[in-house]
């Protein structure tokens, strides 16, 4: 019962920066990580970053320095500041709620139907 709504994608210029959101409506697992993953066109699904209730981040080398992950808890609401935003940030971006202990591919999982980022030079 639990759905994952992501808006705040768009068309950008190099350089440029873009906030991207992702609300978990229904009860989510008391216990859970929630990140962004993106889908680069010819790509496979790949992390950006994960952010714990407690506040433990992870990023992908690629965009460590330039985005920033956060979430308010009592809105179940992950967010990616993405700053300094270079063509290759450009796919789909998909939030993810996985429960704590499980990797974010598992079928426990539950994914956003994603949005377009588009990074043009």
């Known amino acids: 019962q639990v759905q994952l709504q992501a808006c705040g994608g768009g068309l950008v210029q190099a350089g440029e920066s873009l906030m991207l959101s992702c609300a978990a409506s229904g009860e989510p697992y008391a216990h859970n990580y929630m990140g962004w993953y993106r889908r680069p066109p010819g790509k496979q699904r790949e992390l950006a970053a994960t952010?714990?209730?407690?506040?433990?981040?992870n990023y992908a080398d690629s965009v460590k320095g330039r985005f920033t992950i956060s979430r308010d808890n009592a809105r179940n609401t992950v967010y990616l500041q993405m700053t300094n935003l270079k063509p290759e940030d450009t796919g789909v971006y998909y939030c993810?709620?996985?429960?704590?202990?499980?990797?974010?591919?598992?079928?426990?999982?539950?994914w956003g139907q994603g949005t377009q980022v588009t990074v043009s030079s």
């Open positions: 993810n709620l996985s429960p704590d202990g499980r990797p974010w591919w598992s079928p426990e999982s539950i």
């Open positions: 952010i714990t209730t407690t506040g433990i981040t």
